[in-house]
Structure formats: structure tokens, C-alpha cells
């Protein structure tokens, strides 16, 4: 009995966004902005990928369905980085000490 390569690859899928799931929530405050750090290196990697298959078979034949799906990925990849440097950003302000105001 051989198994369809479709319905293997979709129950790994089902099985990351479990796994996922439950690592993302584990995560305790403290290593909230090293995770999001290494999210934002993955992304970068995953933009590094969607440039190659937006800009693939683009010799003259027109845009594809992959030049399409590629500058979506990228535009996602981007916002995804760009918002995780604004949360690591803003978790970082929160572990600065308030500076108090000196009356003179």
C-alpha cells in the first residue's frame, strides 16, 4: 500500500502548525524577543526564496502563477519582519528602567 505524496505532505503540515502552536504558547515572557529574532532570520531566509520564484521563468513568456505567489510572499515576509523588529522593539522598552524626572 503506498501512500499519496499529496495526503503525507498535508498531515506533516497539520502536524507543524500543532507543534507550532504549542511552542509558540510555551514561551515564557523573558524569551519572547529571542524568539522573535530568530523569526525574523527565518523571514529573512524566506524572502531570500519567494525573490527567486517571483523572478523565475520571467523570459518573456509573461507573469506565471509562481511570479505571483512569489511577490506575495515577499510582500508577507516583510510586514512579518518589519512588525516582529516593532514587538521586539516595544518588549525591549519594557524591561528599561523608567528614568525619574530630577525637580530642581
Not at 500500500?1 to 503525507?8: A, G, L, R, W, Y
Not at 519567494?50 to 523572478?55: H, K, Q
Not at 516593532?86 to 530642581?104: A, D, S
Amino acid at each position: 500500500m503506498e501512500i499519496d505524496p499529496f495526503i503525507f505532505r498535508l498531515s506533516i503540515f497539520i502536524l507543524s502548525i500543532f507543534i507550532g502552536y504549542f511552542v509558540v504558547w510555551s514561551v515564557t515572557p523573558s524569551l519572547h524577543t529571542p524568539l522573535m529574532s530568530v523569526t525574523n532570520a527565518i523571514s529573512s531566509v524566506i524572502i531570500v526564496g519567494a525573490i527567486i520564484a517571483s523572478f523565475s521563468s520571467l523570459e518573456g513568456s509573461g507573469i506565471s502563477f509562481s511570479n505571483i505567489l512569489g511577490f506575495v510572499a515577499v510582500t508577507l515576509a516583510a510586514i512579518n519582519i518589519f512588525g516582529g523588529f516593532l514587538v521586539t522593539q516595544r518588549m525591549l522598552q519594557m524591561y528599561k528602567k523608567k528614568e525619574k524626572k530630577k525637580n530642581k
